[in-house]
């Protein structure tokens, strides 16, 4: 294990000193095809396995998770290696038909499937994530809040995620980030150019840290303290934010039969649904839910969010009422409400306000600085 992780450290230390290692996707151990110009296949040790580098296919798969073993084909040559990983460097590279970045890892992963994981620069990444966060036609300045939030976030994973075989998801788990997608393409000069005139900004601590600068979709008057949201959140202070009021999706209704919350939450004649505790904030931290021989469950608010749907039951910021076998959630906002709105900072961008105040407005403890 040791050794797994020096080398990757090792790897990734040389090429850049803010790169970051994110899984784009996986793959079957079964079939990995790989196609590009001047692919080259080396283990962990940096030994070429798959000859010289050129234009070319090579199929690769994985025989077993304890043997480690990787069937390595090249034209008509096979070659098999064991090592935990494998490195894979190579330009207009395609995995199984998905484009990837120039460097990528190729490892097993505890669902018996092959992470493939691009080590990239932090710069470019971002420029895979802020589209997919905010839409890109957005007005600038708020655009270069994201993408500092963003960024903010990223290297704060990387810091606590150090030694891990990958340091962020490509997914809503950190941030959603696609490798050259079609779809913004059109934005491309758009966000190069926000990504470049805040290169390296990040928001820091008192302590001089990197801030882990969360964000969401629209706190719907009032942000969220961390800690409410997770264990191990910080008590960031809670910002009263009418920018997003304005917003005409703001307030929702979610109608919900009392036997489909039944189904959900795994129980049998539930004659009430009500609000446990709430936070600082006045979001709904718990909820009590009660059946007819009057046992009780008590669920957080993120984890109904998780049992209803996170895009149905949009917020925790809502109140409950039970109706004619009918209970009805009224709310507002989108998101867990933790940092930066992004409502509110289009509305705020809009008004004229540069990044600099809209990141002071979410983030009134923390230093815009340098990496
Ligand atoms: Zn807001």
């Not at 207009?92 to 691009?118: F, Q, W, Y």
């Not at 932090?122 to 895979?128: C, T, V, W």
């Not at 629209?218 to 997770?230: F, M």
């Not at 005409?248 to 009392?258: A, E, K, M, P």
Request: contains cysteine; charged residues 25%; hydrophobic residues 40%.
């Amino acid at each position: 294990m040791v050794h797994i992780l020096l080398s990757v450290f090792f790897w990734f230390s040389v090429t850049h000193a803010m790169d970051v290692r994110v899984r784009i996707f996986s793959v079957p151990t079964t079939g990995i095809e790989i196609m590009g110009d001047t692919v080259q296949v080396t283990d962990g040790g940096a030994v070429p396995v798959s000859g010289a580098p050129l234009i070319q296919t090579v199929k690769i798969s994985f025989a077993d998770i304890f043997g480690a073993q990787w069937k390595i084909e090249r034209n008509e040559n096979l070659r098999v290696i064991t090592d935990s990983y494998l490195k894979v460097v190579g330009k207009n590279m395609r995995v199984n038909l998905n484009r990837t970045p120039r460097k990528i890892l190729l490892r097993p992963n505890e669902s018996g499937a092959i992470d493939v994981i691009a080590v990239m620069n932090l710069e470019e990444y971002l420029k895979g994530v802020l589209p997919h966060e905010m839409p890109a036609s957005w007005p600038e300045e708020a655009l270069k809040a994201q993408v500092i939030a963003a960024r903010s976030y990223a290297v704060s994973q990387i810091h606590s995620r150090f030694s891990r075989p990958y340091q962020l998801d490509s997914t809503i788990e950190d941030q959603v980030f696609r490798f050259q997608d079609a779809r913004v393409e059109h934005y491309e000069r758009r966000i190069s150019k926000i990504v470049g005139e805040t290169t390296g900004e990040v928001l820091k601590n008192g302590d001089g840290s990197v801030m882990r600068a969360y964000y969401h979709a629209d706190c719907g008057g009032r942000t969220e303290q961390a800690h409410a949201v997770w264990d191990n959140g910080d008590k960031n202070p809670i910002v009263k934010d009418d920018h997003c009021l304005l917003n005409g999706s703001d307030q929702w209704t979610l109608n919900i039969s009392v036997r489909d919350i039944e189904k959900k939450l795994r129980m049998k004649n539930v004659t009430e649904v009500k609000t446990y505790v709430r936070s600082g904030s006045g979001r709904v931290q718990s909820i009590i839910v009660k059946d007819k021989q009057n046992e009780s469950i008590i669920l957080t608010g993120q984890e109904l969010r998780s049992k209803l749907g996170f895009k149905k039951l949009k917020s925790t910021l809502f109140d409950i009422q039970i109706k004619d076998k009918m209970v009805q959630f009224i709310g507002r906002g989108f998101g867990h409400g933790v940092g930066l709105c992004q409502v509110g900072s289009r509305a705020l961008a809009s008004k004229g306000m540069d990044h600099v105040a809209i990141l002071k407005h979410y983030f009134p403890e923390a230093q815009l600085g340098k990496l």
